[in-house]
């Protein structure tokens, strides 16, 4: 398959916008190229220079850790940019089109409206996996980039890998496997499969199990050619200076990172083996994720607000295709899981 034919006449064609630090990335005594504040910052810590815009540190250290190259990796203010720029990246705006796999994650659906690109939509089995006719859909289909979320939000689950293989054989465009919750999930990484599928792009993100959304740092897994277009059309410096130096350090601590996961894991556990007890719920969905797609009985809407009026927020997903009834439980801490326990079963 031929990238190139995939990307936008347009982004083909334009040059990259070339930033001081593209153009001179080493270390010199005096550095008067990028109009910075050679005298210091305003605040208690020194960011007047502007930050790697390859932020190749972070990428080697993350190379190592995913078992991938380092050129295989696009890093973004959130997977969310990712998102953003793989649409834009694909579909020219008023004419392409991209397909979705309802329901799933809300910002594919947002790219592509604000980038005025169509949404074609497969909706996910009543268990929330790819039809066989779906998948067929998918390889007639025509659509720049398919989002295959996996495990999906909301639902928590994995899609089958064999059907998620039979797109990228059979794809015309960029499949892209979102992998935001693959930390949560019992099996392997799509990454480990990029050099045998060139349309492939997996998103993953520090978010979840890594405990740093505050931070916003995403990161895509393709082939060279793709992640060099990304690389084109992303802003000069789009992770700060302040989240490249936080990431290496957290990419140092493997052992906190594993500690959380499997917390946050066990967590899981206590609540799939709890809640299905309760008369109020009527389905716990498996879930691969940090979080618990249930179904509750007689009316979840009413469920919520009464979590509400609690102090506990989750996520209303009733209006959702496929989910009606649907609470989305983030897994907490131990003490949050229980005060939600608690309150669900003194729901009266
Ligand atoms: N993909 C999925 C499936 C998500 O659920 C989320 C966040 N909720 C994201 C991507 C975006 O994550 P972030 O921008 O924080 O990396």
């Not at 268990?127 to 390889?139: K, M, N, R, S």
């Not at 989240?243 to 500690?259: C, E, I």
């Amino acid at each position: 398959m031929n990238i190139d034919e995939l990307v936008r006449p347009n982004i083909r064609a334009m040059k990259a916008y070339s930033s001081a630090r593209d153009e001179f990335s080493g270390a010199a005594q005096v550095m008067l190229d990028a109009n910075e504040n050679s005298l210091g910052s305003a605040g208690p810590a020194q960011f007047n220079r502007y930050p790697d815009p390859q932020q190749r540190a972070v990428k080697q250290r993350l190379a190592g850790l995913k078992g991938v190259r380092p050129g295989q990796i696009f890093l973004g203010n959130g997977s969310d940019e990712a998102i953003d720029l793989l649409v834009r990246l694909t579909c020219r705006p008023g004419q392409d089109s991209i397909l979705l796999l309802p329901p799933t994650y809300g910002m594919y659906e947002v790219a592509a409206n604000l980038n005025d690109v169509a949404i074609e939509r497969l909706p996910l089995t009543a268990d929330f996996q790819l039809a066989a006719e779906t998948g067929a859909a998918i390889v007639a289909s025509d659509a720049r980039l398919v989002f295959l979320c996996s495990p999906n939000n909301p639902t928590g689950n994995l899609l089958a890998p064999e059907a998620i293989e039979a797109v990228l054989r059979g794809f015309g465009g960029l499949v892209v496997v979102d992998e935001a919750y693959a930390d949560f999930a019992a099996a392997p990484s799509w990454t480990t499969r990029l050099d045998e599928f060139p349309n492939l792009v997996v998103l993953q993100t520090f978010s979840k199990a890594w405990g740093l959304a505050g931070l916003r740092l995403g990161m895509a897994f393709a082939s060279e050619d793709i992640i060099q277009y990304l690389n084109k059309i992303k802003p000069p410096y789009n992770i700060s200076e302040a989240t490249q130096q936080h990431a290496l350090s957290a990419l140092g601590a493997a052992p906190h990172f594993g500690q959380l996961r499997a917390a946050l894991l066990a967590g899981r556990a206590g609540l799939a083996a709890e809640l299905p007890a309760l008369p109020i719920v009527e389905h716990v969905f498996p879930s691969d994720a940090n979080f618990l797609l249930v179904r509750f009985r007689p009316d979840a809407t009413a469920i919520y607000d009464y979590l509400l009026g609690r102090g506990i927020v989750v996520r209303n997903r009733t209006t959702q295709p496929g989910c009606a009834g649907c609470l989305r439980l983030t897994v907490g801490s131990p003490a949050e899981n229980e005060l939600l326990l608690r309150a669900l079963r003194e729901f009266a």
